[in-house]
């Protein structure tokens, strides 16, 4: 039963908790939520919806943890935007 579930999308577990390299691993929700940060206006909780997560902090602690950097700091570097360091040019 639990694998019917899973193959509808109706169980959390087996949509982000297998294993790396298979089918619903963790590395392909975070690698949808980056291409969704870097091309979309898309919040981020509705980033973290379309990409299999129950919230929004949950996408969050995953993204800093397997990516190093924060939703907010991602999706300007993804977009090739020029990051400003506001100290800098008040001096």
Do not use: Q
């Amino acid at each position: 039963m639990a694998d019917r579930r899973g193959a509808v999308g109706l169980d959390r577990r087996y949509r982000i908790g297998r294993r790396a390299g298979r089918p619903g691993a963790p590395d392909d929700h975070l690698s949808h939520a980056a291409g969704l940060l870097a091309t979309t206006r898309l919040s981020h909780h509705e980033i973290a919806y379309l990409s299999g997560y129950g919230t929004e902090a949950a996408l969050a602690k995953a993204f800093k943890r397997e990516r190093g950097e924060t939703l907010g700091a991602h999706r300007p570097a993804a977009r090739g935007a020029p990051e400003i360091n506001v100290a800098a040019s008040a001096a």
